[in-house]
Structures are given as structure tokens and as C-alpha cells.
Nanobody, 120 residues
């Protein structure tokens, strides 16, 4: 089994910054894509940013230029630096990862989520 543990959420005023982190642990051979998703009440979950092992990144248009995703493959950790936060960024943020647990087993995992609240 694999666990994803997030940290760094909180309350911040518009224009402020937060840094989220997520660490994968357990029966891990390797971690492939890691990313951050968010979901606000009444809305569907959306991708915020993701990063592949080689460093290729993808961002939602709404966060480009403000958020930066990075990872430490040796530590199976992904970070999300969030700058110039806006009230519309308020949501529960979830870590997600594709994990190889054996050469024949690859599963997708979700963290429990961390609340990010941006006040106007």
C-alpha cells in the first residue's frame, strides 16, 4: 500500500502565498506522474498542475505564471508554490500520484486533501 500525505494548506489574504507539499510512502518502486488537483463546493475536481518524472509540467490556464510545481524523485515528494493567490483559488487541494508498486503493478493514489482559503 502507498500513502500520500499533504501539508501546507491554510488561510491567506488575496495576494499572499502558500506552499503545499506531498510525500508518497509505502511499497514504492517508482513514482511516475505527480500532481495537484482542487475542488471547490459545487464544482468538479480540476487539475491544477502536474509534473512527470523527467520534469515536464502542465498547468491549468488559471494558475499559469502564479503557481510552480516541482518534485524530488529521490524523496517521492511533490511541491506546489502558490503565489499571488486569489479568492477563486479557494478549494480543497488534493495530491495525486501514479505509483509503481512492482514491475506488474501500477496504481493511482489520492491524498486526503488540504484546505486552502483565500480571503478578499
Amino acid at each position: 500500500q502507498v500513502q500520500l500525505v499533504e501539508s501546507g494548506g491554510g488561510l491567506v489574504q488575496a495576494g499572499g502565498s502558500l506552499r503545499l507539499s506531498c510525500a508518497a510512502s509505502g511499497s514504492i518502486v517508482s513514482v511516475y506522474v505527480m500532481g495537484w488537483y482542487r475542488q471547490a463546493p459545487g464544482k468538479q475536481r480540476e487539475m491544477v498542475a502536474r509534473i512527470i518524472g523527467g520534469g515536464t509540467t502542465n498547468y491549468a490556464d488559471s494558475v499559469k505564471g502564479r503557481f510552480t510545481i516541482s518534485r524530488d524523485n529521490a524523496k517521492n515528494t511533490v511541491l506546489l508554490q502558490m503565489n499571488t493567490l486569489r479568492p477563486e483559488d479557494t478549494a480543497v487541494y488534493y495530491c495525486n500520484a501514479d505509483v509503481e508498486e512492482s514491475k506488474l503493478t501500477r496504481r493511482n493514489y489520492w491524498g486526503q486533501g488540504t484546505q486552502v482559503t483565500v480571503s478578499s
